[in-house]
């Protein structure tokens, strides 16, 4: 079983930064591939970025492409999520997810979820 633990969220202006973090347990991650998710109030969760199990390959929903960056570290067995230049639309709960699949798919097909952390960007 993997079991994974989101950090970093926090409330913050517009234009600022913040950088999520994934932390997983249980085993080792670093044949999985690792994902980022968003639920706002009243909203379906969807995704966000994804990262290959190597970290070479990355891909991004083009709501956040060129301000969100994915990057894994292997050897900590934790995921991050580096956001730039946010906006009050990217406010939501954020969750990381982890599969042994490719890491292109759907959100149903991720198997391990974390429980979240609250994004809250002001205007």
């Known amino acids: 079983q993997v079991q994974l633990v989101e950090s970093g969220g926090g409330l913050v202006q517009a234009g600022g930064s913040l950088r999520l973090s994934c932390a997983a347990s249980?085993?080792?991650?670093?044949?999985?591939?690792m994902g980022w998710f968003r639920q706002a109030p009243g909203k379906e969760r969807e995704f966000v970025a994804s990262?290959?199990?190597?970290?070479?390959?990355?891909y991004y929903a083009d709501s956040v492409k060129g301000r969100f960056i994915i990057s894994r570290d292997n050897a900590k067995n934790t995921v991050y999520l580096q956001m730039n230049s946010l906006k009050p639309e990217d406010t939501a709960y954020y969750y990381c997810?982890?599969?042994?699949?490719?890491?292109?798919?759907?959100?149903?097909?991720?198997?391990?979820w974390g429980q979240g952390t609250q994004v809250t960007v002001s205007s």
């Open positions: 990262i290959s199990w190597s970290g070479s390959g990355t």
């Open positions: 997810a982890a599969d042994r699949g490719g890491f292109v798919r759907t959100i149903s097909q991720w198997g391990y």
């Open positions: 249980g085993r080792t991650v670093s044949d999985y591939s």
